[in-house]
């Protein structure tokens, strides 16, 4: 379970590498068994009972098996809970939106950004008063990034049992042919912005680039923050986005992507394929990717490749992409006590060793699971510390209730105008925080 291209833009998205739980009714011993002790010998380790739906939402091979085991073992733990599980396999935010708009909302659902596309509205249940009465559940052994992903404006309404940073991986082979150091925790803008430009390549001449810098900046709000801007003051009471300090970031990020010396893969390069192939085939010399991309860089078996955090910005900033994945409750819920025990069970540290962990798509929320050994060994000799230094200073573009209404109204159509050539960075800046003044009034 991790996040989509778009919801890296803020969309919620997230339904492009996620199929949905397999819906056995029940399992043999030897599936139960296969859960890692979660079924705890069928006995049930606390009186609770009640009726729960759960819509649950993944798409890979891994994701199907997990979630199997995680539903066999929830029935054997707590097996006075009735549980009926739904499955989805894509576009998740019209399928809760049109849930909600029947009246019938599951009890406990996957979240990742299209958390905020309901908040809200008064979709998603506030859990600290439950977790205060749980005295078994210790919501300090979470990352607080993670949990702040999942809050507004100050009470948790998701339980988080991942949280995604981007780093930038990297070809070594191409960076040491080259003659070039290889990255840093300490690089500077400046410092990658002129290796990725000596690293794109045309080599036969003919005007197109053969060998690109960097494959993709994974969302338009993290280079604002880079460069010592952003997208709203603190409390959300105005847009800072037509700051000197964001509209220098954006025309950087333009000038990477279109300008005279762009860094990016051209269209001929992209044709039939795609950046992950690219990487693989050691045409990208910078690859800025989440913990979903670990699994896929260990694919490429001839790719010698490694990860390091973001370069600080020109005036000492350091950011980049955040997201949470976890699970929540709608208001609608009746069985309160049986829906929290299942997100508990599916978020816990158990499941993250268990589970997430191990599959590697996803950093575990819980601190000491992702500090733990076990997270820096697969593959071994990589940097993985990047993904949890990264968390410190990850930027969540998701982080207010306008947020659905801001990427589809005002960011996306305006920044194509830019990416057109109809719209200048500045004039994109100053044009865009004035409706995002607007929106925020509105919401008011």
């Known amino acids: 379970m991790?996040?989509?291209?778009?919801?890296?833009?803020?969309?919620?998205?997230?339904?492009?590498?996620?199929?949905?739980?397999?819906?056995?009714?029940s399992l043999g011993a030897v599936a139960l068994a296969a859960c890692g002790g979660a079924a705890s010998g069928g006995a049930a380790q606390q009186k609770v009972s009640g009726k729960v739906t759960l819509l649950y939402f993944t798409s890979t091979e891994p994701a199907i098996d997990r979630g199997r085991k995680q539903e066999a073992g929830f029935r054997a733990k707590y097996p006075d809970v009735q549980l009926t599980v739904e499955n989805q396999p894509t576009d998740f935010t019209n399928k809760i939106t049109t849930m909600l708009a029947a009246g019938t909302p599951p009890d406990v659902t996957w979240i990742g950004g299209a958390f905020w596309d309901f908040v809200g509205k008064g979709v998603w249940v506030d859990l600290d008063p439950i977790i205060a009465k749980d005295k078994s559940f210790n919501l300090k052994e979470y990352y607080p990034q993670?949990?702040?992903?999942?809050?507004?404006?100050?009470?948790?309404?998701?339980?988080?049992?991942?949280?995604?940073t981007h780093t930038m991986s990297y070809n070594k082979t191409l960076i040491q042919k080259e003659g070039l150091p290889l990255p840093t925790k300490d690089w500077k803008v400046e410092q990658f912005t002129d290796m990725a430009r000596r690293l794109t390549k045309d080599f036969d001449g003919d005007g197109n680039v053969d060998q690109a810098g960097l494959a993709n900046w994974p969302s338009?709000?993290?280079?604002?923050?880079?460069?010592?801007?952003?997208?709203?003051?603190?409390?959300?009471?105005?847009?800072?986005?037509?700051t000197a300090e964001s509209i220098a970031g954006l025309e950087w990020l333009y000038d990477i992507q279109f300008g005279p010396r762009k860094i990016y893969p051209s269209a001929q390069m992209l044709q039939g394929t795609n950046v992950n192939n690219l990487m693989g085939q050691g045409k990208l010399a910078f690859y800025s990717t989440g913990r979903f991309g670990v699994p896929v860089l260990r694919g490429f078996p001839d790719l010698d490749w490694d990860m390091v955090v973001y370069p600080t910005g020109p005036k000492g900033n350091k950011s980049t992409f955040l997201s949470g994945e976890g699970f929540a409750m709608t208001s609608e819920t009746k069985d309160r006590d049986a829906a929290w025990k299942l997100m508990d069970y599916l978020?816990?540290?158990?499941?993250?060793?268990?589970?997430?962990?191990?599959?590697?798509?996803?950093?575990?929320?819980?601190?000491?699971?992702?500090e733990s050994r076990a997270f820096h060994e697969v593959p071994a000799g990589k940097n993985h510390q990047a993904h949890l230094d990264s968390i410190a200073f990850g930027a969540p573009f998701a982080t207010h209730p306008v947020n659905t209404r801001l990427v589809t109204e005002i960011i996306t159509p305006m920044w194509k105008d830019v990416t057109d050539g109809k719209m200048q960075p500045r004039e994109f800046a100053v044009q865009a925080a004035r409706r995002m003044n607007d929106l925020i009034k509105e919401f008011k």
């Open 146 to 164: 993670a949990l702040e992903a999942f809050r507004w404006p100050d009470k948790l309404r998701a339980l988080p049992y991942g949280v995604n």
């Open 347 to 370: 978020c816990g540290r158990e499941a993250q060793e268990t589970f997430y962990l191990k599959e590697g798509n996803v950093i575990p929320a819980i601190k000491a699971v992702s």
């Open 2 to 25: 991790n996040g989509g291209v778009s919801d890296r833009v803020g969309s919620g998205k997230q339904a492009t590498r996620r199929v949905v739980l397999g819906a056995a009714a």
């Open 220 to 242: 338009i709000h993290v280079a604002p923050t880079l460069f010592g801007g952003g997208y709203w003051s603190k409390g959300f009471t105005k847009s800072i986005l037509d």
